[in-house]
Antibody, heavy 120, light 107 residues
């Protein structure tokens, strides 16, 4: 079954870091970028970063460049996203999603999302 | 960064009616790298349309996309009960990929 399965919800204090995972299955892991998109409560979708799982190269939105780290483990088909220096503004559902690598591509498969709550 | 502005914010309609959702880009972008997603509460977005007008796999033909340059439209013919949801446009040709703020289609 072609799917992306994400790790469970997290509760963090301000200033802490969070690391979430996204495991791909049912397709060739290295032929798609994995993107991270977040959605704050009642808000739209915000693109954060992408990784080429085979090369490990990352491109991120300028807003997150200093705080986001994305890595991949090709042996397990898993991508990890870590976000540091959390504030309440980072409370959101974080989605991983995939897009083809060869051309600009839409996001055709999504994980179920991981809720990250930042609260003192 | 390309800013996408969707209108209206909310569309109040009844099953069987048609819906027209608009997405305007802050600049004319090359190519046809414009997509539409549907999202229901508590769920991940689902790809409906890509390349401005190509329906994704399994998407019924009552959904159609059109447009060019800076103005794009998602049309839903004969709304079904399951179509009441949020809809987002996205451009994926430039980095950062950006989304519109969404249109809610409600009963």
């Amino acid at each position: 079954q072609v799917q992306l399965v994400q790790s469970g919800a997290e509760v963090k204090k301000p200033g802490a870091s969070v690391k979430t995972s996204c495991r791909a299955s049912g397709y060739t892991f290295t032929t798609y970028y994995i993107h991270w998109v977040r959605q704050a409560p009642g808000q739209s979708l915000e693109w954060m970063a992408l990784i080429n799982p085979r090369l490990g190269t990352v491109s991120s939105a300028q807003k997150f460049q200093d705080r986001v780290t994305v890595t991949s483990d090709t042996s397990t088909g898993t991508v990890y996203m870590a976000l540091s220096s959390l504030t309440s503004a980072d409370t959101a559902v974080y989605f991983c999603t995939r897009g083809e690598q060869l051309t600009p591509a839409p996001f055709d498969l999504w994980g179920q999302g991981t809720l990250v709550t930042v609260s003192a | 960064e390309i800013v996408l502005t969707q209108s209206p914010g909310t569309l109040s309609l009844s099953p069987g009616e048609g819906a027209t959702l608009s997405c305007r880009a802050s600049q004319n972008f090359r190519g046809d790298h414009l997509a539409w997603y549907q999202q229901k509460p508590g769920q991940a977005p689902r790809l409906l349309i890509y390349g401005v007008s190509t329906r994704a796999s399994g998407i019924p033909d009552r959904f159609s996309g059109s447009g060019s340059g800076t103005d794009f439209t998602l049309t839903i013919n004969r709304l079904e009960p399951e179509d009441f949801a949020f809809y987002y446009c996205q451009q994926y040709g430039y980095s950062p990929r950006t989304f519109g703020q969404g249109t809610k289609v409600e009963v």
